[in-house]
Each structure stands twice: as structure tokens, then as C-alpha cells.
């Protein structure tokens, strides 16, 4: 599988990117996110060949929550400003969609930049460059373990549902029978998740996790030429900006 | 000396009502195979966890008496020695997974890592421990797609290769099947050719009896009985403890009760069973 | 009447994988059968297609002699019992009595009554004593017995164990032999899955092999155990008095310790 060049990338090096964007994006209105971040972080994706996941991930991850967003900053719009649309009882005016954009801006950057980066990273050579940076073991645990629950979670929910089928509990049908038949599954899936947690702790306590002795590590991950010259470019881009914020701010 | 040694060792889980154990006072030789048996409940885990120093470490609870590893007190010993002299496998076979290595190679070469051990050395001891445990077959396979026995032999390679003195292991065929529990003990049987020190936890009765050298029965909060493997597995007294005697012991006892028939021995495996019998007929 | 009848069923699954190919069987109403064969035969598989929780992809299949087809789950689960494997999967109550009681509750019975399917169930399984207690509070071999008393509490007509054995000691293997023989005299249909030689033969006269996709034999332990070709097809070994058994040069049908002791009866000096 030939691997991109955001792949090739050292990971430390996009963790600064999206570190940066956020920052950016925290000191700037809806068209940095929209109009730059979101775009760009989709270039990057297209051009690691990992466009798919990535479009279908953002837009799950986003959906719920901006359409949510939107729809109350827009119903809830007082204002007098022009309007937009209108049709029947529904007015959409400019300031309703405004706000809402400013305010969902921030959750578009990150999840862009976050679900970018996992896609083009692998999370043991981030973790490898974690160790490289010293970075405390536990905070490395905490990553990889939230990262393992989750598909866990989805593969033992499947089975839960087929448990509670099995004891007469109607989990096909209408949308009321689902929820229903829901919430029920909630309870074995999260004291199950919780206690593979702690049993994964454990078993990785048994593999040497918490000796207190600089990791090495099998796998050699080098920066590429271009990781220095990137890495720093951000830095100094994101200061730059942030001065001229400041100072647009300012005066 | 000993190499493993427990002292008057007691435990009470924090929020449990009563002790589990109440002064354990246990000898382990090196080179020794020593099976732990006793009823569900009955504190073989917790042992296990004690010997391994996940308790007091990780588990929350009062714990009294000394455990000693080749003589040394084991609340001196940091965790990472500890996690290399103390090798430990567990009941399930898929949780023991790492989760972030692609290949069987590097998911046993893992716990060298954490060890901070040089990368060619690193690469010597995995390919020495995958060529003696037989495994090579598996080496390139994708670690979250073995079956349950080939994750445990993975799970046992894995803990090897950190070269511990003692490897405890609990219960690691109760998930399999019968294929499963083949490929975990044919790896023990390798183990116990190269006499490392085991100290296995298991139901299956009839296969202790044919790889411990020395059984000790947990029930009550003691250490009821210690001793050699033929002689244990042959005390009829153990059915009251919830443990049940191999086949051929068992049989041979309701022989000698039904028809009034006497053997020179009762056997506690196979072979002698053959022996035996045959001198009845 | 027929409890369970397969017709030239077919599963596979999504990814094209077949898991079980052109089997058949008929189980009668008040019939023990165990289902037995290496991971990777089909059991499960099989198995949880009588009640519903897989479909097959060609054949039949009756339950008390009606086809399920269009029927749900959790409609099928009413006559068919499964008690799972892991009982993590399935127990979420804060009590015993919540989880025995819980299905009986969705479906809105009057109190006595589920008190007294709850009692006889926890009777059965002999956790009358922990009725209050938080089921994670208890070992989990208990937790088993608690899953297979809210199966009973629905007094279901046909129960599916799947590894009833696994993990279990002494008194658990004892406590399940009692709550099979009770359900069996109540003229229950009873299925199980199982690796235990000995469980099997100490429980069930019937025993259905499967390899490889298929049926490889049906028919009485006397006869299984002794059959060395179906065995090695099926990669299964003789249980250890059978073993012992051919060692001693004796010829074929000893299967249990009754068997051996009269074999050794007749054959003795």
C-alpha cells in the first residue's frame, strides 16, 4: 500500500497542525473554519487517498450537533437584520445563520483536523513519538485505550441486542420498539465495557507498561525532509496570525 | 532457596466482607510445576493475582504477610521488575491483545519494548522464542484475527519473551475448545521440557494430572492440601471441595467400592489406569 | 409433536462465508440432545437459528411445528430459550430478582404471577438465597445460573444451552445436572452445545455431531463414541473410559463407568 504524503508525515507534525488550527480557529469567525480549515484538511485527505472515511466520519461526527445548532440559532433569531428566506410560519434570517456558523466553526475544525489526523495516522507510530518526547505513559494509555473501547463497544452492542431478543424483547419494528429495547442494553454494555477496560489495564501492567524505564521500540519511524521545514512553518504562521489579529484588534 | 516464597499471607478485598485468604504459607522450587485447584470462589485468582504483585499494586484491599521473589521482598521491587521476572496469562484469550501492533511478531516483541530493551536484541529473543514455542506459522498473522487457542500461545509467547522466572498461569483454556486447549498445552509441555517454573490454575483435572508434579487444593481461606500430583488427585475427599478427580481415579475408586475389587494403586492417569486394570482381568 | 425440525437449511453470512451447509434434523417434544463437533463446525450457528437469532438463506424452520420464517425473534423467543455463553451479555438488573423477573415485566404480567415463576425459577437454580443481591456482587459462575433462571421463569417450552460447562467447577457441573434432569421430567425439550465429553455423556443419550458445515452423525452415545472414522472426520476424541477402555484391548461399547464396571465384571479373574 503506497502511503501518502501526509501519512509519511512524522506524527508529532500533524498533532502540531491540529493543535494550530485550533488555535486559529479560536480566534477567528465561521469563514476560517468553513471557508479554509474545513476545505483544506479535505484537500489533505484527497490527497492521501483516504477521502471516503474521511467525508463519511466528519459529516457523522458533525451532523447531529451543527443541524442541531442551526436549527435553534435560526427558529430562535430575533433580530432585525435581512431575511434570508421565508416560507410559511419559517423566517431564516442573515444573523440567525451567522451566529450559527461562528458557533459551529470551532466543532468543524476540530473534528476535520482530528479525524484527518487519524486517518492519516497510525496510532502506534503516534504513540511511538509520544515515548520519543517522553510523554508520560499514562496519558499514551489513556489514548490507546479509548481508541480499543470504541469498536469494541460496537461489536458488543450487536451481541447485547441479540441477548435481549432472546429473552422476548422485541428490538425489530417501529422506532418506539427500538428505543424501547435500547436503553435496556445500555446497562450490560457499559458495565462490560468497564470491566474490559480494567482487565486490559491490567494485562498490559503484565506486559511491562508502567516500568519506569525508556521505551524502546521495534517499529523505526524517521521524519521525512520535510516534517522540520513544516513543523516550524506552522508555528510561525499560526504566531504571525495571531499577531495580526491582535493587532487588527487593537487599532 | 525458594523461588517463589509467601509468608503468612492474608487479603481482604476492600469491599468484600470477610478475608479471602488467611495466612498463606507457600514454597516454590525452581523448575517446578505446580497446579492450584480448588472451587470457584475459593481465592485462586486472588493467589494468583498476589504472586504476581497485582495485589496490593492494583487492587484495592488489605494485605498482610511478605511475598518473596528469589528472596527478595517483592514490595522492594519496582513494577517494571516485577512485570519481568513474574510473567502472568490470563483466562481470556482476546483481551490479552495489545491492540496496536499488526503483526504476531511485534505484539510479542511489545512487552520487550516497554522494557526499553535495544531493538536488536529486541529481534533476537522474539525470533528465539516463536522458533521454540513452534509458532512460526504464526508470526505474520494479524493478532486480532487468531482463534482463542492461537491467541493464548500468542499471550504465552508474549509473556516469555520478557524472561520471567515464574510464570503463572489461570485458567487459559476455559474459553477453548478442545483444539484450543490442545495448542495451549502442547506450548506447556514445551515450557515444561525446558523446566521453567509454572504455576497453572485449571479445572480440567485430567490434564493436570498429567503435567503437574505438585497440586495444592484453596478452599476455607487456606491451603487444605499440598502435595505430589498422583497422590492429591487420588484423595476422594476433594469432590467435597468442588473439584472433581481425574477418570480414571474416579472410576478406579467406584471399582473398588462396587465390587469389592482391589488395586495396587489408584491410578491418576491414562497409563497407569492401563497398568492397573490389566492386572484385573 | 416435533419441537424442532431443520429442512436442508443453509447460512451465510454477509461476507459470503457459508457456516453451515444443507443440514437437517428433527428434534422431538421432551427430547435431551447434545449437539457436539470442533469451532468452526457450524454449532452455534445452527443453533441460533432456532430460535430465530440467524436466518437461514435457503431451507426451513419449525418450531412446534410452525414455520418461523415471518415470525420475530423475540416472538420465537418465547417458546425457544437461549441461555448464552457469556452472561455479561445479558445481565443488567440491580438485583437477582429484577433480572429473573425482567422479561416477565415487559410484558406487563400481574405480580403473583411473577413472583411465583420467579420463585420456582430461583428455586431451580438454587439462588433462592441471593434474590437481593446485586448479580455482579457474585462470582460469575453464579451469574450463569442467574441467566438460566430468568430462561426457566418464561417457561419456555424448548432451552438452548450454549457451553453450559465453560468455567465451571464441581458443584456448578452438579447444579446444572439437576436443573437438566428437573426441566427434562417437566417434559421440556432440551438442546445443548457443548466440548465436555463427559458432561455429554453423563446427560444425553442423543448426541448430533457436526463438521465442517454438516451433520456427520446423529445417533446414541453407545454407538458415537466407538465409531473411529466419524470420530477422526470430526476431529473429536473418545471420552477417557472409552479410551481407557480401548487401551485394554476391550471391544466396543463402553462408554460410561456403569458400562466398565460390567465389562470389567464379566471380564475379571
Avoid at chain 1, 125 to 150: A, K, R
Avoid at chain 2, 6 to 12: A, E, G, H, I, M
Avoid at chain 2, 205 to 220: G, H, K, P
Avoid at chain 3, 153 to 167: H, K, S, Y
Wanted: net charge negative.
Amino acid at each position: 500500500m503506497k502511503k501518502g504524503f501526509i501519512t509519511k508525515l512524522y506524527p508529532l507534525t500533524k498533532a502540531m497542525f491540529v493543535g494550530c488550527m485550533l488555535i486559529i480557529g479560536l480566534v477567528s469567525d465561521w469563514r476560517v473554519g468553513y471557508l479554509v480549515v474545513l476545505p483544506l484538511c479535505l484537500l489533505f485527505a484527497i490527497i492521501d487517498g483516504v477521502a471516503k472515511p474521511f467525508i463519511i466520519k466528519v459529516f457523522g461526527a458533525l451532523v447531529v450537533f451543527v443541524v442541531f445548532i442551526f436549527a435553534f440559532k435560526i427558529f430562535l433569531d430575533k433580530s432585525a437584520s435581512p431575511i434570508v428566506f421565508q416560507y410559511a410560519f419559517i423566517t431564516i434570517r442573515q444573523q440567525g445563520i451567522l451566529d450559527a456558523l461562528n458557533q459551529t466553526s470551532i466543532l468543524t475544525i476540530l473534528a476535520s483536523a482530528i479525524i484527518l489526523f487519524f486517518e492519516t495516522t497510525d496510532v502506534e507510530e503516534f504513540m511511538i513519538s509520544l515515548q520519543q518526547i517522553n510523554m508520560s505513559h499514562m496519558i499514551s494509555y489513556v489514548i490507546l485505550s479509548t481508541l480499543q473501547m470504541i469498536p469494541e463497544m460496537f461489536k458488543k452492542s450487536k451481541i447485547i441486542m441479540q441477548a435481549q431478543q432472546a429473552r422476548g424483547i422485541e428490538t425489530e419494528g417501529n422506532l418506539w420498539l427500538r428505543t424501547k429495547a435500547f436503553f435496556p442494553s445500555l446497562g450490560p454494555l457499559i458495565i462490560s465495557s468497564i470491566a474490559d477496560l480494567e482487565e486490559r489495564a491490567i494485562t498490559l501492567e503484565v506486559r511491562g507498561f508502567s516500568a519506569d524505564v525508556k521505551k524502546t521500540s521495534y517499529k523505526e519511524i524517521n521524519k521525512t525532509p520535510y516534517d522540520r521545514t513544516i513543523f516550524w512553518s506552522l508555528i510561525a504562521a499560526t504566531a504571525a496570525y495571531i499577531g495580526w489579529r491582535i493587532f487588527t484588534w487593537l487599532f | 532457596m525458594a523461588i517463589l516464597e509467601l509468608r503468612d499471607v492474608s487479603f481482604k478485598y476492600q469491599l468484600g466482607k470477610e478475608t479471602v485468604l488467611e495466612n498463606i504459607n507457600l514454597s516454590i522450587e525452581k523448575g517446578e510445576f505446580v497446579a492450584c485447584i480448588g472451587r470457584n470462589g475459593a481465592g485462586k485468582t486472588t493467589l494468583c493475582s498476589i504472586m504476581r504483585g497485582l495485589i496490593p499494586n492494583f487492587q484495592n484491599g488489605t494485605m498482610t504477610g511478605d511475598v518473596f521473589l528469589n528472596g527478595q521482598n517483592m514490595k522492594e521491587l519496582s513494577l517494571g521488575e516485577i512485570a519481568q521476572k513474574v510473567g502472568f496469562v490470563f483466562q481470556n484469550p482476546f483481551i490479552q491483545v495489545s491492540g496496536i501492533k499488526k503483526t504476531v511478531f511485534e505484539e510479542i516483541a511489545y512487552g520487550l519494548e516497554n522494557l526499553g530493551v535495544p531493538r536488536d536484541e529486541m529481534i533476537e529473543r522474539t525470533n528465539a522464542i516463536i522458533t521454540q514455542l513452534k509458532i512460526e506459522y504464526l508470526r505474520d498473522k494479524h493478532p486480532m484475527q487468531l482463534s482463542g487457542g492461537q491467541s493464548q500461545r500468542v499471550a504465552l509467547a508474549s509473556v516469555l519473551v520478557m524472561d520471567p522466572e515464574i510464570l503463572i498461569i489461570d485458567e487459559p483454556t476455559s474459553q477453548l475448545d478442545p483444539q484450543g486447549t490442545e495448542e495451549v498445552f502442547e506450548t506447556i509441555h514445551i515450557l515444561k521440557q525446558r523446566h521453567k517454573t509454572i504455576i497453572l490454575v485449571e479445572h480440567k483435572i485430567d490434564l493436570v494430572s498429567e503435567y503437574a508434579d505438585r497440586v495444592i487444593l484453596i478452599d476455607q481461606k487456606h491451603i487444605l492440601l499440598d502435595g505430589p500430583t498422583s497422590e492429591i488427585l487420588t484423595d476422594i475427599s476433594l469432590l467435597d471441595h468442588g473439584v472433581s478427580l481425574p477418570q480414571v481415579a474416579l472410576l478406579a475408586l467406584r471399582v473398588e467400592e462396587e465390587t469389592g475389587k482391589k488395586l495396587d494403586r489408584i491410578p491418576s492417569v491414562i497409563e497407569d489406569a492401563v497398568i492397573e486394570f490389566s492386572k484385573l482381568v | 409433536m416435533e419441537a424442532i425440525r431443520l429442512e436442508h437449511v443453509t447460512f451465510t453470512y454477509d461476507n459470503g462465508f457459508v457456516a453451515v451447509e444443507d443440514v437437517s434434523m428433527t428434534i422431538n417434544q421432551g427430547e435431551k440432545v447434545a449437539i457436539i463437533g470442533q469451532n468452526g463446525a457450524g454449532k452455534t450457528t445452527t443453533v441460533k437459528m432456532m430460535n430465530g437469532l440467524l436466518r437461514p438463506k435457503e431451507g426451513k424452520i419449525f418450531v412446534n411445528e410452525e414455520d418461523i420464517s415471518k415470525k420475530t425473534t423475540a416472538s420465537v423467543s418465547r417458546h425457544v430459550g437461549y441461555v448464552f455463553q457469556n452472561p455479561g451479555d445479558q445481565i443488567f438488573n440491580q438485583s437477582v430478582y429484577d433480572e429473573i423477573a425482567y422479561t416477565l415485566r415487559y410484558f406487563k404480567k400481574p405480580k403473583e404471577f411473577i413472583d411465583e415463576r420467579v420463585r420456582i425459577a430461583a428455586e431451580m437454580c438454587e439462588l433462592s438465597d441471593v434474590l437481593d443481591v446485586n448479580p455482579y456482587d457474585l462470582p460469575f459462575s453464579i451469574r450463569k445460573f442467574i441467566t438460566i433462571a430468568a430462561v426457566i421463569a418464561l417457561d419456555v417450552e424448548i432451552v438452548i444451552f450454549d457451553e453450559p460447562t465453560a468455567g465451571q467447577d464441581l458443584f456448578g457441573l452438579e447444579r446444572q445436572k439437576r436443573i437438566i434432569e428437573t426441566l427434562h421430567k417437566q417434559g421440556k425439550t432440551i438442546i445443548t452445545i457443548t466440548h465436555d465429553m463427559e458432561f455429554v455423556i453423563d446427560n444425553f443419550e442423543r448426541i448430533i455431531v457436526m463438521a465442517n458445515k454438516n451433520v456427520v452423525a446423529d445417533s446414541s452415545r453407545h454407538l458415537l463414541f466407538w465409531d473411529f472414522p466419524m470420530l477422526e472426520r470430526a476431529s473429536l476424541k473418545q471420552p477417557v473410559v472409552a479410551q481407557l477402555a480401548n487401551r485394554l484391548g476391550w471391544d466396543g461399547s463402553v462408554v460410561t463407568m456403569e458400562d466398565f464396571i460390567q465389562t470389567l465384571c464379566q471380564r475379571g479373574k
